[in-house]
């Protein structure tokens, strides 16, 4: 399939998942997770207009971050060390991956010292694998009292990754207990403002997802290829 191909037939499967689930397409964000792609095909995908862009590691993303940045909206998705907290604030919009405090604490200092809000999502291990990182369930409440503290974050939803499943009928419960903790969050009283949104659903279980609430989908290889994999033998 080409770029076009892809870009055009994930955008019918979002109509149709949202068709399905009474939502509208307006309402569910793609962001495009171009790790696994030249600058080149990122530079294209953002020219065709998806201009919502997803990296998990700096020294992958700087490329393309130079040659987007003031063109794309960037999104980190990957795991945060403290000390590479200075790479990411102030040049990626988006935080997929708050997971804990001290991870807070970092953040916040960078965002003050540039004087500047960081948007995250608070990112929850739902299906409870060993190799998964983000909150347990039980430790958000506690979590979200803790980040009052920082008044440079802004927690704007909860973030998950399902386990790869071969049914991707299998990831709804996941993903129906994401939106229900956050629902319960913003009815705990405990927020200052409401928590809207939802970072779930990939390549391989985005439609399931979307049913179940997703704000923004991670999209990599349905959408924009996997180069990576394309170039072995
Ligand atoms: C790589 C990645 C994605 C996209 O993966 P695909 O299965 O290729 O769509 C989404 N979210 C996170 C956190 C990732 O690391």
């Known amino acids: 399939m080409t770029l076009q191909d892809r870009l055009r037939d994930v955008k019918d499967r979002l109509q149709e998942a949202c068709r399905r689930s009474g939502r509208q397409c307006k309402d569910v964000q793609v962001i495009a997770v171009t790790k696994y792609v030249s600058v080149d095909t990122a530079r294209t995908v953002v020219e065709a207009g998806n201009i919502h862009i997803g990296e998990n590691r700096w020294p992958d993303a700087r490329d393309k971050w130079e040659a987007l940045k003031g063109q794309a909206v960037f999104h980190y998705i990957g795991s945060l060390q403290t000390n590479k907290v200075k790479d990411i604030v102030g040049r990626f919009d988006f935080i997929h991956s708050l997971d804990r405090l001290s991870l807070a604490e970092a953040i916040q200092k960078h965002a003050q010292t540039l004087g500047i809000t960081v948007p995250c999502f608070l990112q929850v291990n739902v299906s409870g694998e060993q190799s998964k990182h983000g909150l347990d369930p039980e430790q958000l409440g506690p979590f979200v009292r803790g980040l009052q503290a920082f008044d440079r974050i802004a927690p704007i939803g909860l973030m998950t990754m399902a386990p790869y499943e071969s049914e991707p009928e299998d990831t709804r419960p996941i993903f129906r207990s994401l939106r229900k903790l956050r629902d319960e969050l913003n009815q705990s009283g405990t927020l200052k403002k409401?928590?809207?949104?939802?970072?779930?659903?990939?390549?391989?279980?985005?439609?399931?997802?979307?049913?179940?609430?997703?704000?923004?989908?991670?999209?990599?290889?349905?959408?924009?290829?996997?180069?990576?994999?394309?170039?072995?033998?």
Not at 200 to 224: P, Q
């Open 194 to 233: 409401p928590m809207l949104e939802l970072s779930m659903g990939m390549s391989n279980d985005f439609e399931i997802a979307v049913e179940e609430g997703a704000t923004r989908v991670r999209l990599g290889t349905v959408l924009v290829g996997n180069e990576i994999e394309e170039e072995k033998p």
